[in-house]
């Protein structure tokens, strides 16, 4: 069974890029459009890992990591920030909220699936 990771942005042309990405290299993709789809569909459906923009309507990426962390189920599941957002109070504040790792946009597929890999294998 392939592992599965929850792929949250409000692009939905990103979501494409990214879901393609990671279908490729072997794994399920579950696409939300932003926290609150995100939360809706962790409900009965387990991953393995969440993939998360920050700048999004609704709930955001770091509201997104809070709440999912207060979740006993996904307290250790690995969360990767990915987003444009670059500047170091910005990763403070996704790391004070339980995020995994950082990628910034644009990212080259390969470095996905690497962190991907790191994680998961």
């Known amino acids: ?15 494409q890029i990214i879901a393609f990405t990671l279908m490729n ?15 809706n569909k962790l409900t009965g459906s387990p991953i393995h890992m969440l993939i998360t923009d920050l ?5 955001d990426g770091i509201e997104l990591i809070k709440k999912v962390r207060a979740l006993p189920e996904y307290r250790y ?21 339980g995020a995994s790792g950082w990628i910034v946009k644009p990212f080259r597929g ?3 699936v690497m962190v991907a890999k790191k994680f998961l294998n």
Do not use: F, H
């Open 25 to 39: 290299a072997g794994y399920t993709v579950v696409e939300a459009v932003d926290g609150q789809d995100a939360l």
């Open 1 to 15: 069974m392939s592992k599965i990771i929850m792929t949250v942005d409000d692009s939905a042309s990103m979501r």
């Open 110 to 112: 390969e470095q996905l």
């Open 55 to 59: 700048n999004m309507p609704n709930v």
């Open 77 to 97: 599941v690995p969360i990767i920030m990915l987003t444009t957002e670059s500047a170091d109070d910005k990763k403070q504040a996704g790391r004070a909220a």
